[in-house]
Structures are given as structure tokens and as C-alpha cells.
């Protein structure tokens, strides 16, 4: 099992004060109400063994982290994604959210509004709104990324 090394943490803590997110999740009063908002207040560490993983049609995993509301009212919704040799999470698309992305491990192709890109371990990769995006493996070993969605979310196009 792979750790982020200092220098990933690094990223992270950068992207995450630059949000003005100086918080995590927050038990919701009534989680079951789907009226109620989750409100990202309360700070919390996340052991990567405990985040639950999804099982991706293209072979790879996800591990969630957390989704919510800062209380600064930003959308903001974290998962790391395993994507296996040759493989695309999705094909190219664009939202309405703005994303950055963490590459752990691994040689992929970032697909910036039509131009390719290559991107490896320790890049960081932001996506605009309404931007057509794309990622691929071009590597022969699985890649791992961090995904920091921002903002409302909304239909891929």
C-alpha cells in the first residue's frame, strides 16, 4: 500500500488553504433528512485504510473521502481514483464543478481542452468549469490520483 510522501501532503495542505477551507466534515443533526445539507465544520483526519472503496466498471477502484459544504459555502467533494494500464475514468467531458488532481503514481495523458498533456507523480492538475477534460493511463502500471472537486455539481457534457 502506497502513502503520500511530504511532498504530496505539501500539495494537498497548499490546494486546501487556498480554497479558504480551513475545515472537514461534520456530523449532520439529522443525516437521514435529505433537506439538510452535509456542512463540512468539524476537523477530521482520515485513515486511508478505513475510506471506503467503489469497484469502476473500467477495472479501477475509488476511494471516497468526504463531500459536503464548507462553512464558507463552497461544494467540495475529495476521492482518490485507481486507474489500470490503457484505461479512461470516463470519456473527455465537461462540468460545471472545477477540479484539481493529484497524481500519486503512475504516466497518464491530461487532456486540456483538447490538447494532450503528459503528467506523472507529483503533478498537479486543475481543471476549469466548462472546460473539456479528459485523463488517460498511457502508462503500463496502474495510476493513482486525488481528486478535489469544487463547486456545485452538475451534468458532464
Known amino acids: 500500500m502506497n502513502h503520500m510522501n511530504r511532498?504530496?501532503?505539501?500539495?494537498?495542505?497548499i490546494a486546501l488553504a487556498a480554497l479558504g477551507g480551513k475545515s472537514f466534515p461534520a456530523e449532520?443533526?439529522?443525516?437521514?433528512?435529505p433537506e439538510k445539507e452535509n456542512v463540512l465544520a468539524r476537523?477530521?483526519?482520515?485513515?486511508?485504510?478505513?475510506?471506503?472503496?467503489?469497484?469502476?466498471?473500467?477495472g479501477g477502484t475509488m476511494r471516497r473521502v468526504f463531500s459536503g459544504v464548507l462553512v464558507t459555502g463552497e461544494y467540495?467533494?475529495?476521492?482518490?481514483?485507481?486507474l489500470p494500464p490503457g484505461k479512461m475514468p470516463h470519456p473527455p467531458?465537461?462540468?460545471r464543478n472545477s477540479e484539481l488532481l493529484f497524481i500519486r503514481q503512475g504516466k497518464l495523458e491530461f487532456l486540456n481542452d483538447g490538447k494532450?498533456?503528459?503528467?506523472?507523480?507529483?503533478a498537479v492538475v486543475f481543471t476549469a468549469s466548462n472546460v473539456l477534460h479528459g485523463l488517460k493511463n498511457v502508462g503500463d502500471t496502474p495510476a493513482t490520483y486525488f481528486v478535489v472537486a469544487i463547486g456545485a455539481p452538475g451534468a458532464s457534457s
Do not use: Q, T, W
Request: aromatic share 4%; proline share 11%; net charge negative.
Open 28 to 33: 449532520v443533526e439529522d443525516a437521514n433528512d
Open 43 to 58: 476537523s477530521e483526519a482520515f485513515s486511508y485504510d478505513s475510506l471506503p472503496v467503489s469497484d469502476l466498471p473500467n
Open 7 to 13: 511532498r504530496e501532503a505539501c500539495h494537498a495542505v
Open 76 to 82: 467540495i467533494e475529495v476521492h482518490e481514483s485507481m
Open 116 to 122: 494532450p498533456e503528459p503528467v506523472g507523480p507529483g
Open 93 to 95: 467531458h465537461k462540468h
